[in-house]
């Protein structure tokens, strides 16, 4: 069934208008006049356009006026409640009299203006996909498809429906799995189906080389008299590689660029995703919400001019890191946004996380003047693993970056539903939520090392270390071997050496562990006074904090190997719960290396 819009609905639907050269109308059907009201007929038709887009309906007008042919335009008109609609307009030139077709745009798209505001999205979303105006003549069997801007305005296909369906049907157009989703949509468009939605990838199309897909989107629409048309938009979605360099064009819109950084703005980046998302892509696409940790302190302390500056540094490593990985961009004050598309696996982004983390730390650390550590703290969920559309997905990753923060901040959570499902999606207050899911975390980290460790090769154990770190709030872990006199990193900034160990040799160092062998340290300053050497040594690496593990031999506890759980930011005391699965952690740990230690000296 078509669609037929009363009058007294106020909806434009192939409204015809005519004006003069001087914007004066001369002749208007009822449909028009109904919905701009009645206060407004006596008005000259540029007063009823959105100011931002009178210059281009000033050139279009000029263009036909110079060109024996019509075109299209989209534009704001000013309905009768005082609010803009957008229309998409058919405009030609009849002997010096400008003649309108006017449609609104909410009938050929689909879209809520209340919900989503085209002022906000429309002229730009046909800039970054590509977009085409298209209209199928059911009666004539005609087919146009042009462009809609002003600037490049011209007919890519102006003739018989079945001359452009022989052409899209030749070798190598379309990827031969969509011909046949191509033949249905030739054949609901000439049965004039009342909604038309479709996904077709090609191989080239319009001289396009560089094309992945198109959506087809169109209504068909009875007018007055009777005549039915298809109209629609094909939005065309290009490569990942060929969007990312037209958005980092020179001669990119401003509108698409983040004024304090350089990189995309929300606007540009959410509709990039929502486009592609909604496209419904067979791979997998990972969003990642990051956020640099404390930076009203930051802004508080060192001057909003230096908070710029902080955001402006931090914006430049994530899109330095991101790489052709994926695209990244602003979407508030110090939250980022990063999509990456084809991902393998969810272990696939762990590493540009620990990078983006590692390489935000290092920023300011030489820094005299404002001497810190930046940290950040990150979400990530994945399609269509998480969620299948952008919203959930995004709300997803956005309840992962908060639950990082609720963590201790500086580390990154990618949603696992075996672990966050509860917290995610459950109706508990907020620090209940937090607690059950930090607890489920650690459990399973710790199941997972008593189950796997002592057996897995090097690339498991690392996995297994570096869950059970972001669990625990640990930044590294260190082994102190008495035979060798050296320090081993397992876990943690290859770059921090501990090359000093003379405070562990010191016999009254032992009295520190209790009868458990385990040795907390809640405050580094603490020890400033009684073990000067062990202070300067752990307040040269920057750590805070740390759990330390003395394995125990013939039942009594020595210093022959020692496991330290080293935190570099200082949280709250460590809890019972945290000592007791650490110290199980360090036996742990401890035993496998004493194994391989003395396999190695025998």
């Known amino acids: 069934m078509e669609h037929r819009y009363n009058i007294?609905?106020?909806?434009?639907?192939?409204?015809?208008?005519?004006?003069?050269?001087?914007?004066?109308?001369?002749?208007?059907?009822?449909?028009?006049?109904?919905?701009?009201?009645?206060?407004?007929?006596?008005?000259?038709?540029?007063r009823l356009i959105h100011i931002d887009d009178l210059p281009a309906f000033r050139k279009c007008?000029?263009?036909?006026?110079?060109?024996?042919?019509?075109?299209?335009?989209?534009?704001?008109?000013?309905?009768?409640?005082?609010?803009?609609?957008?229309?998409?307009?058919?405009?030609?030139?009849?002997?010096?009299?400008?003649?309108?077709?006017?449609?609104?745009?909410d009938i050929l798209f689909g879209f809520d203006q209340n919900k989503n505001p085209l002022a906000e999205r429309y002229s730009d979303l046909l800039d970054i996909l590509d977009g085409y105006i298209?209209?199928?003549d059911l009666t004539t069997k005609e087919l146009l498809?042009?462009?809609?801007?002003?600037?490049?305005?011209?007919?890519?296909?102006?003739?018989?429906?079945?001359?452009?369906?022989?052409?899209?049907l030749s070798d190598g157009v379309i990827v031969k799995d969509d011909l046949a989703k191509f033949i249905e949509l030739c054949n609901e468009m000439t049965e004039g189906a009342e909604d038309i939605k479709k996904k077709i990838r090609y191989n080239k199309l319009f001289g396009i080389e560089d094309i992945d897909s198109c959506i087809y989107r169109c209504k068909t629409i009875t007018d007055s008299d009777g005549s039915r048309y298809v109209l629609g938009i094909i939005f065309v979605m290009k490569t990942k590689e060929a969007v990312e360099e037209f958005l980092v064009s020179d001669k990119i819109n401003t509108s698409y660029k983040d004024f304090g950084t350089g990189i995309f703005n929300k606007r540009a980046i959410t509709e990039y995703t929502t486009?592609?998302?909604?496209?419904?892509?067979?791979?997998?696409?990972a969003i990642a919400i990051v956020d640099i940790d404390d930076f009203k302190i930051i802004n508080d302390t060192y001057g909003h001019l230096f908070g710029d500056d902080v955001i402006d540094q931090a914006a430049n490593v994530i899109k330095r890191v991101v790489?052709?990985?994926?695209?990244?961009?602003?979407?508030g004050g110090d939250e980022m946004f990063i999509i990456m598309e084809n991902v393998k696996d969810k272990d696939d982004m762990k590493g540009i996380f620990r990078n983006i983390k590692t390489d935000l730390s290092e920023l300011y650390e030489d820094d005299e003047k404002h001497p810190m550590q930046l940290t950040c703290s990150i979400g990530c969920a994945m399609?269509?693993?998480?969620a299948s559309n952008y919203m959930d997905l995004f709300n997803v990753a956005d309840k992962m970056l908060y639950l990082a923060k609720e963590k201790g901040k500086n580390r990154y959570l990618i949603y696992r539903d075996e672990l966050h499902h509860d917290y995610v999606y459950s109706s508990f207050s907020g620090e209940n939520k937090v607690i059950k899911s930090v607890r489920s975390e650690r459990i399973m980290a710790l199941n997972a090392m008593i189950q796997y460790y002592q057996t897995s090769g090097k690339s498991r154990k690392r996995e297994l270390l570096t869950n059970l770190c972001d669990v625990f709030n640990v930044d590294e872990i260190y082994i102190y071997d008495a035979i060798t006199h050296r320090f081993y990193l397992i876990f943690g900034n290859d770059e921090v050496k501990v090359t000093e160990y003379s405070y562990i040799d010191k016999e009254n160092y032992l009295n520190n562990f209790n009868k458990d062998g385990i040795f907390v340290i809640d405050n580094i300053d603490s020890f400033e006074g009684k073990s000067p050497e062990m202070y300067k040594l752990f307040t040269n690496v920057h750590l805070e904090q740390a759990v330390q593990y003395a394995m125990l031999h013939n039942g009594k506890v020595d210093v022959n190997t020692v496991v330290s759980f080293c935190r570099n930011t200082r949280r709250k005391k460590w809890s019972e719960l945290e000592i007791s699965s650490l110290g199980t952690m360090g036996c742990l740990i401890g035993s496998v290396y004493e194994r391989y230690a003395s396999a190695l000296n025998n």
């Not at 801007?149 to 018989?160: A, D, H």
């Open 8 to 46: 007294q609905d106020a909806i434009l639907c192939d409204a015809r208008v005519t004006i003069t050269k001087d914007m004066e109308i001369k002749q208007a059907d009822a449909e028009y006049y109904a919905f701009i009201g009645e206060k407004a007929a006596a008005f000259i038709f540029s």
């Open 61 to 105: 007008v000029k263009y036909v006026q110079n060109k024996d042919e019509s075109t299209f335009l989209t534009f704001r008109l000013l309905h009768k409640l005082g609010t803009y609609s957008w229309v998409v307009a058919n405009i030609s030139d009849y002997k010096g009299t400008i003649v309108m077709h006017i449609t609104d745009a």
């Open 134 to 136: 298209m209209q199928y």
């Open 145 to 168: 498809i042009t462009v809609p801007e002003v600037t490049n305005q011209l007919k890519i296909y102006n003739g018989p429906f079945d001359g452009w369906k022989e052409y899209m």
């Open 275 to 285: 486009k592609l998302i909604e496209s419904q892509p067979d791979y997998n696409i």
């Open 323 to 331: 790489g052709h990985n994926g695209l990244c961009g602003r979407i």
């Open 383 to 386: 399609y269509p693993e998480d």
